[in-house]
């Protein structure tokens, strides 16, 4: 288990807390618009944080902050990680885990150690488009739905507190994807369309954000399906 960054402070990454976000490097996908691509690609370029390292950093801003987020890359990967989640909540800390739904039984074993008090799952798309967004050549759709779908199913029958989360870029996504979508996390709870925002050494990828009224757009498309849904990232 290797920690590749700290973010000593957020007010975004853990909604209604004072955070800071713990980023693992590597990801099993390989999404074309991902921002942390070289974090996912080559993680050895980034420092190395011990596990002392970050517990006396969460020692330290014991009072200051009220939580503590965790992503990646994707963070399990590291089949391990439970050891690290046992020790930030030993110091008090609840903590939110983003992760892509690909392990669903450490998805389960954390719900059952109560490790997790938040999570945040990525839908990349509807399954039409799926291998696409989430730049997956050679694998089995079949096996990645399997995998997929029993995770949001623990996350929404077991899961204290889960979002959903969808980044939507156009040159990828399209109306069907929503529909899809829909169907997928029928009865959730919560779900939020994210806008694709090109960070640095983006500019020449073909992609761009979506406009409000587009959003919108696919936002309804899902409304009936989940008790809320909004957008995120839009001026």
Request: charged share 30%; glycine share 6%; hydrophobic share 40%.
């Amino acid at each position: 288990m290797i920690i590749r960054g700290l973010q000593k402070t957020t007010l975004l990454d853990y909604p209604e807390h004072i955070a800071c976000t713990i980023f693992f490097g590597n990801c099993n996908l390989r999404c074309p618009f991902c921002h942390n691509m070289e974090l996912v690609e080559h993680p050895e370029k980034y420092p190395e944080f011990s596990i002392t390292q970050i517990l006396d950093f969460l020692k330290e801003r014991v009072g200051k902050l009220n939580g503590v987020a965790i992503t990646g890359g994707e963070p399990l990967l590291n089949r391990d990680i439970g050891d690290l989640l046992k020790l930030i909540k030993e110091l008090g800390y609840p903590i939110k885990l983003d992760t892509n739904g690909f392990f669903p039984d450490m998805i389960e074993k954390l719900i059952d150690d109560k490790l997790v008090d938040m999570f945040a799952m990525d839908i990349k798309s509807g399954w039409t488009n799926y291998m696409k967004v989430a730049g997956l050549k050679n694998e089995d759709l079949s096996v990645i739905k399997t995998k997929v779908e029993k995770s949001i199913a623990l996350l929404m029958e077991r899961a204290s507190d889960y979002e959903f989360r969808t980044t939507c870029v156009k040159g990828l996504h399209n109306e069907n994807d929503f529909y899809e979508i829909k169907d997928m996390i029928k009865g959730a709870k919560k779900y939020f369309l994210q806008d694709y925002k090109a960070g640095p050494d983006m500019e020449d990828l073909p992609f761009k954000p979506f406009l409000r009224d587009e959003l919108e757009k696919f936002a309804n498309i899902v409304k009936d399906s989940v008790e809320l849904v909004e957008i995120r990232g839009v001026d």
